[in-house]
């Protein structure tokens, strides 16, 4: 083959907020694929707030990226060549690995996609692993129901516009909470939400206050920071929080956290999760929220750059707001 394999490799690890200078860019032979593995050719990379933790040395719940490895990353990809004959070059597939233009990839960690039922991209946002994210949160922890307020954080996003609309289904009032009037508009509008409260009006407290005038029966946190200081003495008694994500400390800049007396004093319940922990919401979220799309009853947004030498611009920009949903980088 003579094309090269363009990487994006982790150049050094940020000490407070990421910038371009942690990223490298090299051009390499595609990978030689060994028996059993797939070679792929990416189409789409899906840009992920998590990542941002792959880049810190600190303990998580997954490795961190080592200094000159490749970025970590999911795309969607066309197979190029596979010996084992279980997939056909060009076939459509989830599970190309890193920030790259090609990868070698086992077939058994590979699924197959059908893009006549569904966009491709679908399954790094809607349908994938952000969609599952939301599922799993809304039905396991934050148990959006009838007549009750439901809010979520970063709501114009992978994660929180899907929240959104599966809480309005469940019977809640939805309140999305979103950086400026556009965002706002396109969740009211297009989305159906009850309200959205934009986190950069200079009131915005009291805005939030004003389009909660029940309080908040369960919350759905993606952000943490000033946003969580003003959502907190919202809570109802017996509110329910889903800790997904704390987007706004994930440049550095840690926040101190609501006095835990407040959990006593409202019995409020509040988890952590991370998606995989619920391993049967994959599943039944590509069923339950294809049938959705068909139907056309869940909508979604993508906001898509291109070319693979711009993710680092694009990923970082989307730590900050940048982004106006799934933030994808299609790999020309
Ligand atoms: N627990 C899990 O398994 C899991 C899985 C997937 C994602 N997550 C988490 O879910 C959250 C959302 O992820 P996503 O993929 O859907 O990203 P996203 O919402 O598409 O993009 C991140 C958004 O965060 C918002 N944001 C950034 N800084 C902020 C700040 N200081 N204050 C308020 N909002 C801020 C921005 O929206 P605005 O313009 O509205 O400010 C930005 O668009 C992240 O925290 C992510 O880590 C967790």
């Known amino acids: 083959m003579t094309e090269t394999n363009l990487r994006i490799l982790l150049a050094a690890r940020p000490e407070g907020a990421a910038t371009l200078d942690h990223f490298r860019a090299v051009e390499e032979p595609p990978p030689a694929p060994r028996p059993g593995e797939a070679l792929l050719r990416h189409r789409f990379l899906s840009l992920d707030p998590y990542m941002r933790g792959r880049m810190n040395a600190s303990k998580s719940y997954a490795k961190p990226v080592e200094i000159g490895d490749v970025m970590e990353g999911q795309s969607v990809a066309q197979v190029v060549e596979d010996l084992s004959g279980t997939f056909a070059p060009g076939d459509w597939v989830l599970g190309g690995k890193g920030w790259q233009r090609f990868s070698a990839v086992p077939v058994h960690a590979l699924v197959k996609l059908d893009p006549d039922a569904a966009p491709p991209t679908a399954h790094l946002g809607v349908l994938g692993m952000p969609g599952t994210t939301a599922w799993a949160g809304c039905t396991e922890?934050?148990?959006?129901?009838?007549?009750?307020?439901?809010?979520?954080?970063?709501?114009?996003?992978?994660?929180?516009?899907?929240?959104?609309?599966?809480?309005?289904?469940?019977?809640?009032?939805?309140?999305?909470?979103?950086?400026?009037?556009?965002?706002?508009?396109?969740?009211?509008?297009?989305?159906?939400?009850d309200d959205c409260v934009d986190h950069r009006a200079p009131d915005f407290p009291e805005r939030l206050a004003a389009a909660c005038p029940d309080g908040i029966d369960s919350y759905f946190e993606n952000v943490g920071g000033a946003v969580q200081q003003a959502v907190w003495p919202l809570l109802n008694d017996f509110a329910r929080v889903a800790v997904c994500g704390m987007v706004a400390e994930y440049q550095g800049d840690l926040q101190p956290g609501p006095n835990l007396s407040s959990v006593l004093r409202k019995r409020l319940t509040l988890r952590g999760f991370i998606v995989s922990d619920f391993p049967r919401a994959a599943p039944t979220w590509r069923a339950t929220g294809a049938r959705w799309l068909r139907d056309g009853t869940l909508k979604y947004r993508e906001d898509v750059t291109r070319g693979l030498e711009n993710a680092p611009t694009a990923f970082l920009g989307m730590l900050t707001g940048k982004n106006f949903g799934k933030t994808i980088v299609e790999i020309t």
């Open 141 to 193: 922890l934050a148990q959006p129901r009838p007549g009750e307020t439901f809010v979520v954080s970063a709501a114009s996003g992978a994660v929180g516009s899907v929240a959104g609309q599966i809480a309005r289904r469940m019977g809640a009032r939805a309140v999305g909470i979103a950086g400026g009037p556009d965002k706002c508009a396109y969740l009211r509008d297009e989305l159906g939400f």
